[in-house]
């Protein structure tokens, strides 16, 4: 396997411009003569959707879910980052690039960043024009706010539904191209298989997940756009159905998987409050614009927050990162928050810490708050009982969006021709850590902005022929589905599918989570090990394959995710330094900060999938032509 | 942090499939009140599998409310008692010990239940695709700030916006109406200016498809603003029709 970035050459701020020039192009005619899957309609999958059939391409497009509209991108809350300099407070294309490339702890690529800041405007104007409504001043202009890692206002938000909005955007210019027919939409359909034929992406085979049945399809080019995998966690902010089994086939397939380690932990979650808890909720890191974060100077003071009085509080987040504060970036307020609970001083005792709007309000009065915020601290209410406006929310780090993925090339295609990813499903944009505000800009900047272009040149220049799906591999893949499923069903053991992924998601958070060290990830990759080993042994997958079977779904998933797991524990334990949302205890300043070693880890770690539990390492050196590697610093 | 557990009957609607009976059974289960709804709905499963019995299907996916994918008739409300929310916000705290609550599908003409608790929504993106959009080409649009929009505008349509499509208004409704939802969608976009170009024939389009998919129409009885849990106000449905009529008095007609 070799790992081609593709990057072009030439100065930083001409490498997609020249690229743009240099690609081959499909003529119109000939569009219509090529077919392309889609998997995924979040904004990376719709937006592709769109801008691809009205390119003039056929577009198939897949979700599991039964709206498209549904994809677990319209739960982000807060907001999209461009480069417009709207305010006036000093933003460009270069400060977008060059916070996001010192977010992610130096290890993102240079070229994909710049590119992903150069087309950060256009977006908004996209979706504009498709009639997002973006929050407005009162002269009718856009409005903009900060978040975490960055010094200038840079954010657009609808609300706190940003995430909702710039779906129902794609979804609606992705519903367009269905009505003039060039996209068809396969609902409740989940992606089980890649085909690779003579190592090209051929295909893929679906499982309908109300039949049961198998379905074969092929294209010239496949994107995945299937989003991110923390879920493995069992506890996380995504959404109970995000999985990886789309791109985890994929990468048993031949794709190599890129940085599986590189996990962030969002710092504003709603602390966990019960076993029974099935997942974590994510309250905008735009809270942090107004909220401020304390915990108690006292160990285990149990005294009711709005009875400790002011000298006692420590604003932990602004005593040690004075010039970002309560917006520093997500990994650093994540381990603060993390160390002064492992100190004792929890808000009452739990794994939690305030989010205080006291001040605030008394500054803007409770109206400006509601405006902000108002949907949100609902929310909050709703699920925890407290009103925020009276006392201050619990918060505590919760995983939430995986900057691994599979490896991409600057075209974002992967390891295997034919196949490319988008969104969070790749490795590409954000390095060791993301930034707040952009995912939303990434899912957007693939799908209407980048993929467009690399796809023509991969069709041009390649020229792949379209295999039927009554080709021979094409049924030999399918019966390896059906087979696996088939013994899914038929272990027939003792435990529930939730139990299994409930205990590998415990070892993944004390082990592979916040803070990791050596004997903690060798200790996890033997119990998920064991784990996986005891699932194929003693699980019990209720119900049958022919018809809509929940049971079986989750248990294919977590099937994947028992070998995904022990990739994350085997990336981490290789790359011995700390950086970013990677965190191994044995590589930290004096002040608990992180120490990269840029000497011996400045790259992308790709991983060959050989066979279950043995892996290749493949190592994309991070060249930097444009910035100079320093050491992060918010204070 | 309330640590007592409720002891609660549920009665919950078990159907196999499209084509099959369905019918209510009866199940026992004790719950903490910090528990969400649908998490109570996984232990119950998690307790049915490991009996080697069938989970109750039931759909759902951010549990954030945000979504759109969850939705159950409780107690006769879609998404349950509580105002405001999806049936994934509602917790048990909202219940006293010793309750029973009923727990049955989305009914509607145009939402066929496809197993249990699991009914099939797809109609309401078919009338999205008759014309739930704005026809503007990926990299044609003007600078975002060239289209002024005074900010009471803006969050009016925000607000029409904010709907979740998860067709509670429809199931709320007697006539099993979409006209909240529809009207939601063709309010977001009329009340913008990037939405006035294809306004009367979106309108046009947009209802016709609702017709034809078998929704009934409305009689005024506001129970879908009621039940929405994003609080969409029926303003949206005298907005939509205002705009149907001057469509018709316009000269345009639709395929």
């Known amino acids: ?635 | 942090m309330n640590n007592k557990k409720l002891n609660l009957t549920l009665k919950i609607w078990r159907q196999p499939g499209p084509n099959s009976a369905g019918s209510f059974v009866e199940y026992k289960v004790s719950v903490s009140p910090d528990a969400s709804f649908l998490e109570m709905l996984d232990e119950l499963n998690n307790e049915l599998e490991s009996k080697n019995l069938e989970p109750i299907a039931f759909e759902s996916d951010c549990r954030e409310g945000i979504c759109g994918t969850c939705g159950i008739v409780i107690n006769g409300h879609p998404h349950g008692p509580i105002p405001r929310i999806a049936t994934c916000q509602l917790h048990m705290r909202n219940f006293k010990d010793g309750d029973t609550i009923w727990v049955e599908p989305f009914r509607a003409r145009a939402f066929p239940v496809i197993k249990d608790l699991i009914v099939d929504r797809s109609a309401l993106d078919r009338i999205m695709e008759a014309g739930g959009f704005i026809s503007v080409n990926t990299g044609s649009a003007p600078d975002g700030n060239a289209i002024p929009i005074p900010k009471d505008i803006a969050s009016e349509a925000m607000d029409a916006a904010t709907c979740i499509g998860c067709g509670a208004c429809v199931a709320a409704c007697k006539n099993a109406s979409a006209m909240l939802f529809v009207s939601a969608k063709i309010s977001h976009l009329a009340l913008l200016p990037q939405g006035q170009p294809e306004r009367y024939i979106r309108v046009q389009t947009m209802v016709k498809k609702m017709d034809e998919l078998g929704f009934g129409a409305c009689s005024n009885t506001y129970a879908c603003e009621a039940e929405c849990p994003k609080g969409i106000s029926i303003l949206n449905i005298a907005r939509m029709n205002r705009d149907y009529l001057v469509a018709k008095l316009k000269t345009e007609e639709v395929e």
Not at chain 1, 172 to 193: F, H, P
Not at chain 1, 571 to 589: I, M, P
């Open chain 1, 1 to 635: 396997m070799t790992l081609d970035s593709k990057v072009p050459a030439g100065p930083l701020k001409d490498k997609w411009e020249n690229h743009k020039f240099n690609m081959k192009l499909v003529s119109p005619a000939n569009k219509r003569k090529y077919d392309i899957i889609i998997v995924g309609t979040g904004l990376a999958g719709a937006s592709a959707a769109a801008s691809l059939g009205e390119l003039g391409y056929n577009v198939k497009v897949f979700t599991y879910h039964d709206s498209a509209r549904r994809a677990h991108s319209i739960a982000a809350q807060g907001g999209i980052n461009a480069a417009k300099n709207y305010q006036n407070d000093g933003d460009s294309v270069y400060r977008l690039f060059y916070d996001t490339i010192k977010g992610g702890d130096f290890r993102s690529r240079e070229a994909n960043v710049y590119r992903l800041a150069e087309v950060s405007g256009n977006i908004i104007d996209q979706c504009v024009a498709q009639g997002v409504p973006f929050a407005r001043e009162y002269g009718g202009m856009l409005d903009n706010r900060s978040f975490g890692g960055a010094l200038v206002s840079r954010t657009f938000y609808a609300k706190g539904q940003t995430g909702q909005q710039l779906l129902l955007g794609a979804y609606s210019a992705m519903n367009r191209q269905i009505k003039l027919g060039k996209v068809k939409l396969y609902a409740r359909r989940e992606m089980v298989d890649l085909v690779v034929i003579d190592g090209i992406a051929r295909g893929i085979i679906v499982r309908n997940l109300v039949t049961g049945e198998f379905e074969k399809y092929s294209a010239h080019a496949v994107i995945l756009a299937t989003g991110g995998y923390s879920n493995v966690f069992f506890l996380s902010t995504n959404a109970m159905n995000c999985n990886a089994t789309a791109i985890w086939r994929a990468h048993k397939r031949g794709a190599a998987f890129a940085n599986p380690c590189f996990t962030q932990i969002h710092p504003t979650c709603i602390p966990l409050h019960g076993e029974v808890q099935s997942k974590l909720t994510l309250m905008s890191e735009s809270l942090r614009n107004d909220g401020r974060i304390w915990v108690s100077k006292i160990k285990g003071d149990m005294r009711h927050p709005n009875d400790i009085p002011e000298e006692e509080r420590d604003y932990f987040l602004e005593r040690k990162y004075p010039t970002y504060g309560n917006l520093s970036p997500r990994d650093i307020s994540s381990r603060a928050a993390k160390e002064v609970v492992d100190e004792g001083r929890g808000a009452q005792g739990q794994e939690a810490v305030y989010l205080d709007f006291r001040d605030a309000i008394n500054r803007l009065g409770r109206k400006v708050i509601e405006e902000r915020y108002g949907n949100l601290f609902e929310m909050y209410k709703t699920i925890t009982g407290e009103d925020p406006y009276e006392v201050p929310m619990k918060i505590y780090p919760a995983p939430h969006y995986t900057m691994g993925g599979l490896w991409v090339d600057y075209n974002l295609m992967s390891t295997i021709p034919g196949l490319f990813v988008a969104g969070e499903a790749n490795f590409s944009d954000h390095g060791a850590n993301r930034l707040g505000a952009s995912a939303l800009m990434q899912g957007l900047a693939d799908g209407y902005f980048i993929l467009p272009y690399t796809i023509g040149n991969y069709l041009a220049t390649e020229k792949p022929s379209l295999i039927n799906i009554d080709h021979p591999e094409f049924d030999k893949f399918k019966k390896e589905i059906e087979d696996f499923t088939h013994k899914l069903l038929s272990v027939k053991g003792k435990r529930t599918v939730d139990s299994i992924h409930k205990q590998l998601g415990r070892i993944m958070w004390n082990k592979v989570g916040m803070a990791r060290s050596e004997q903690g990830l060798k200790e996890a990759i033997n119990e998920i090990r064991e784990l996986r080993e005891e699932f194929w042994k003693n699980v019990n997958v209720v119900g049958s394959a022919n018809d809509l079977n929940q049971c079986l779904e989750r248990a294919g998933r977590v099937a994947d995710y028992l070998e995904l797991g022990e990739l994350m524990a085997i990336d981490a334990l290789h790359r011995n330094e700390s950086c970013g949302a990677h965190f191994r205890v044995e590589y930290q300043t004096e002040e608990g900060e992180a120490l990269r070693n840029d000497e011996e880890y400045a790259y992308v770690a790709a991983w060959e999938f050989k066979e279950i539990g043995k892996w290749e390492l493949h190592k994309e050196p991070l060249v930097f032509e444009t910035v100079q590697l320093a050491t992060r610093s918010y204070k």
